[in-house]
């Protein structure tokens, strides 16, 4: 058996880590794999190439995709996924290991559903918010990075006794803004999905300032929904005007870099998973972590939720954060 193997929609760390234990697992005798470059793109483009054990030497620990990723409308077209389905053929692939997100997920579907090619997906991305697993690749490490950067910016939020405004990624996903909030003692929180409610943030202010309390942290997800740190710096400049403020955007730092171990692990047990699943003759899942098992679930059943954040995190931040 032929396994391709591709990277799409936006990257997330651990990509790698799972590359190569796709490629390992499918070292097994009569099977072989193949490396799709730049997503649905390479394969509408012919740029397939085998993979072997020596291509994915020290990755393991490397950010990004030795695949390159991309954003392919193209596919979108079922002219030109014909062109990939004789792409695949020309190189005898029969099963495809897709890492990406929902909208990657629709595309392997299509491939399945119009050429019986069979496909599993691996999800990929540092929102978590694919329904059917409880984490994502990538999530981890986004947080981890994050955090980093905020307990850095608390050493000078204290040193001056500032207001920090801390802007990250999650435009239409509470899932960063929330785990990094309580990981780092924020006095509070601003997510999409919410109306947030403002008087519980201006109250909070308000008590810091009566302790005499003046440097602090608050995470916002970045995004329309929240307006974002400058947004939110606006208005507490306006009621706050003691308190001296600083917005900083984290943006893209937090999909880069080392894969936490976290990332690696899932990685490693999700890429094992989805070849040994191809080589057994099954498509049309998914690779999930669910309750500490990696496990398959329908394709059809995996999709981006816009997932209501949870009020008990958000109550639990303000009371810590306090
Ligand atoms: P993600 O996989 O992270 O959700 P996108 O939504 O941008 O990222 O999708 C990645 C790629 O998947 C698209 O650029 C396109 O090539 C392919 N794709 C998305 N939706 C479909 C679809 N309905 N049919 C075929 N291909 C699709």
Same mark, same amino acid.
């Given at each position: 058996?032929r396994?391709?193997?591709?990277?799409? +929609?936006?990257d997330?760390?651990?990509?790698?880590?799972?590359?190569?234990?796709?490629? #390992?697992?499918a =070292?097994?005798?009569? @099977?072989?794999?193949?490396?799709?470059r730049?997503?649905?793109?390479?394969l509408?483009?012919?740029?397939?190439?085998? &993979?072997?054990?020596?291509?994915?030497?020290?990755? &393991?620990h490397?950010?990004? @995709?030795?695949?390159?990723?991309?954003?392919?409308?193209?596919?979108?077209?079922p002219?030109?996924r014909?062109?990939a389905y004789?792409?695949?053929?020309k190189?005898g692939?029969?099963?495809l290991v897709?890492?990406?997100?929902?909208?990657?997920?629709?595309?392997?579907?299509?491939?399945?559903?119009?050429?019986?090619?069979?496909?599993?997906?691996?999800?990929g991305?540092?929102?978590?918010?694919?329904?059917?697993?409880?984490m994502?690749? +990538?999530?981890?490490?986004?947080?981890? @990075?994050?955090?980093?950067?905020?307990d *850095?910016?608390?050493?000078?939020?204290?040193?001056?006794?500032?207001l920090? =405004?801390?802007?990250?990624?999650g435009?239409?996903s509470?899932?960063?803004?929330?785990?990094?909030?309580?990981?780092? +003692?924020?006095?509070?929180?601003?997510v999409?999905g919410?109306?947030?409610?403002?008087?519980?943030?201006?109250?909070?202010?308000?008590?810091a300032?009566?302790?005499? *309390? &003046?440097?602090?942290?608050?995470?916002v997800a970045?995004g329309?929904?929240? +307006?974002?740190?400058?947004?939110?710096?606006?208005?507490?400049g306006?009621?706050?005007?003691?308190?001296?403020?600083?917005?900083?955007v984290?943006?893209?730092?937090?999909?880069?870099?080392?894969?936490?171990?976290?990332?690696?692990?899932l990685?490693?047990?999700?890429?094992?998973?989805?070849?040994?699943? =191809?080589?057994?003759? #099954?498509?049309?899942?998914?690779?999930?972590?669910v309750r500490g098992?990696?496990? =398959?679930?329908?394709?059809?059943?995996a999709?981006?939720? *816009?997932?209501?954040?949870?009020?008990?995190?958000?109550? &639990?931040?303000?009371?810590?954060?306090a």
């Amino acid at each position: 058996m032929r396994i391709g193997i591709l990277t799409s +929609g936006g990257d997330s760390p651990g990509m790698n880590a799972c590359i190569r234990a796709v490629v #390992k697992t499918a =070292l097994a005798p009569g @099977t072989s794999c193949f490396g799709i470059r730049s997503g649905f793109q390479g394969l509408i483009l012919n740029d397939i190439h085998p &993979l072997g054990r020596d291509d994915v030497r020290y990755i &393991l620990h490397r950010g990004g @995709t030795m695949l390159y990723s991309a954003r392919c409308p193209d596919f979108m077209l079922p002219e030109k996924r014909q062109l990939a389905y004789q792409n695949l053929a020309k190189h005898g692939i029969t099963g495809l290991v897709v890492i990406g997100g929902d909208g990657s997920f629709a595309g392997a579907q299509a491939m399945e559903k119009e050429a019986g090619i069979g496909v599993i997906g691996i999800p990929g991305t540092i929102d978590n918010d694919i329904v059917g697993t409880e984490m994502c690749l +990538g999530f981890d490490t986004a947080c981890q @990075t994050a955090v980093d950067a905020i307990d *850095k910016i608390r050493d000078t939020a204290t040193s001056h006794h500032r207001l920090f =405004l801390v802007e990250v990624m999650g435009r239409h996903s509470p899932a960063i803004a929330l785990r990094c909030a309580l990981a780092t +003692g924020a006095l509070g929180v601003l997510v999409p999905g919410t109306h947030y409610d403002m008087a519980q943030l201006f109250a909070a202010l308000s008590a810091a300032k009566a302790r005499k *309390k &003046l440097s602090n942290i608050v995470v916002v997800a970045e995004g329309e929904e929240t +307006g974002g740190a400058a947004l939110l710096a606006h208005h507490i400049g306006r009621h706050f005007p003691e308190y001296e403020l600083r917005v900083a955007v984290l943006g893209h730092i937090q999909r880069g870099g080392s894969p936490s171990v976290t990332d690696r692990e899932l990685g490693a047990r999700m890429g094992a998973l989805a070849a040994e699943a =191809l080589m057994d003759g #099954k498509s049309g899942h998914m690779t999930a972590y669910v309750r500490g098992q990696v496990c =398959l679930v329908p394709l059809d059943t995996a999709h981006t939720s *816009k997932p209501a954040p949870n009020q008990d995190w958000i109550d &639990l931040i303000a009371k810590l954060g306090a």
